[in-house]
């Protein structure tokens, strides 16, 4: 089974940057659509962003403009660069499919507070 190694994750001060990675092994990455999800306290996972094999990137729309979702098929790495951090994205970051067809990681921890 293949499972994804996220990381990059921390404590911000709302209006910081982190830029999140995800490694993914075992697997012929760059045939595979990406994506970023956060689980928030209490709530349901939710998809962040998703990079198709050819770079092609979408987002939800409360999203948008704040985090770039991109990926390095040579290093099967996925990354996630958040910008001006709210204390409501505050949550674990994962990455798997769309389709969520990996096993689920550990996630990286976000916390935006001051």
């Known amino acids: 089974q293949v499972q994804p190694v996220e990381s990059g994750g921390g404590l911000v001060q709302p209006g910081g940057s982190l830029t999140l990675s995800c490694v993914v092994s075992?697997?012929?990455?760059?045939?595979?659509?990406m994506a970023w999800y956060r689980q928030a306290p209490g709530k349901e996972r939710i998809l962040v962003a998703t990079i198709v094999s050819n770079g092609k990137t979408t987002y939800p729309d409360s999203l948008k403009g704040r985090f770039t979702i991109s990926r390095d098929n040579d290093k099967d790495t996925l990354y996630l660069q958040a910008n001006n951090l709210k204390p409501e994205d505050t949550a674990v970051y994962y990455c798997?499919?769309?389709?969520?067809?990996?096993?689920w990681g550990q996630g990286t921890q976000v916390t935006v507070s001051s």
């Open positions: 798997n499919t769309p389709g969520r067809l990996f096993e």
């Open positions: 075992g697997t012929n990455f760059r045939i595979y659509p």
